[in-house]
């Protein structure tokens, strides 16, 4: 006679069981202010692909497109440089680490330069 334990729980203490086992709040951040302090970003220099030009690349978000490319708007204005954001990272031309770590780590971010 194999009885689920939540099952035996519920009924000792008087207690509905439960519909599902799934969590009701989202594990991944939404949007940016969620998402600060909850994730470690990494800032890389880049150089392949661009014909010597170099890039900087911020990657480990965990937003959607569009509040992804807020944050690029208002780091590629804090840089004053040009730049895109696509499949979960932010593209910045020129080597703006310095600038972008300092920006990140002051608006809460978790960042480091790789």
């Given at each position: ?23 009701t ?12 302090g ?42 004053g ?34």
């Open positions: 006679m194999a009885q689920d334990w939540k099952q035996l729980l519920g009924e000792a203490f008087n207690v509905d069981k439960p519909a599902d086992d799934t969590p709040a989202d594990p991944t951040p939404t949007t940016p202010l969620e998402q600060q909850k994730q470690r970003l990494d800032i890389v220099l880049d150089r392949k692909g661009r014909k010597g030009k170099t890039a900087t690349i911020i990657v480990g978000w965990a937003l959607d497109d569009e509040n992804l490319a807020t944050v690029a708007a208002q780091l590629k204005r804090h840089c440089v040009g730049g895109s954001c696509r499949d979960g990272e932010i593209l910045l031309q020129g080597d703006q680490r310095e600038r972008v770590l300092a920006w990140l780590t002051a608006q809460g971010y978790k960042a480091r330069v790789i």
